[in-house]
Structures are given as structure tokens and as C-alpha cells.
């Protein structure tokens, strides 16, 4: 299995165990998943990276209007809350992976 299928799997994964334990680690490791997966498979299309940093930006605040469905809704903008943090994570990745590439452009 590669980082491609490991990393959101494992993201999903944090992120639902993350919707009903409050342990403030849990947000660091959602992080770092994103991190080793936006390093590990840097996306090299400026398309790709952009809809990263605006789904990264978005996410929250579409999961905001989850709460309107009763009785999941608190849960489901949790769980879209905490994947938001790992995709905010690979988001990092690409940018530093940008910033490289011009710096070490010739």
C-alpha cells in the first residue's frame, strides 16, 4: 500500500477517533499525517495545489453548516473539522514544496 492510500486512510481514521476523544495529540498527529504525506507525494500541478490550500481554507467553515442536521450534525462538523486539520497539513507540504522549488530553480 502506498502513502496515497495510507495517508487519507489514516487520516480518516485520527480524525473519527478524534471526533469523540478530546486529547489535544490527536490534532498534532492529523498534522503530521498531512505533513509525510504532502512531502512523501508533492503534487507538482499549481490546479492541484490550489483546490489543497482552498479545500485546507473551506472545509471548517462548510462543516459549520452540518450542525443544522439534528442529532449527527455536531459529529459530522467534528469529523470534517479534524480531516480539515490533516489536509491543512499537506497543504503546509506543498507550500514549502513550492517555496523549494523556486528558491532552488535555476
Known sequence: MNIDKLAPILAVIV????TFVD???LAL??????LVHGIMSPVSDHASQAMIIVAAALF???ANNLD????VGMYLN???DQFAVAIAGYAIAALINEVK???LAD
Open 15 to 18: 480524525a473519527a477517533i478524534a
Open 23 to 25: 486529547m489535544e495529540i
Open 29 to 34: 498527529i492529523l498534522v503530521l499525517i498531512g
Open 60 to 62: 471548517p467553515t462548510i
Open 68 to 71: 443544522a442536521i439534528p442529532a
Open 78 to 80: 467534528t469529523f470534517v
Open 101 to 103: 522549488s523556486r528558491i
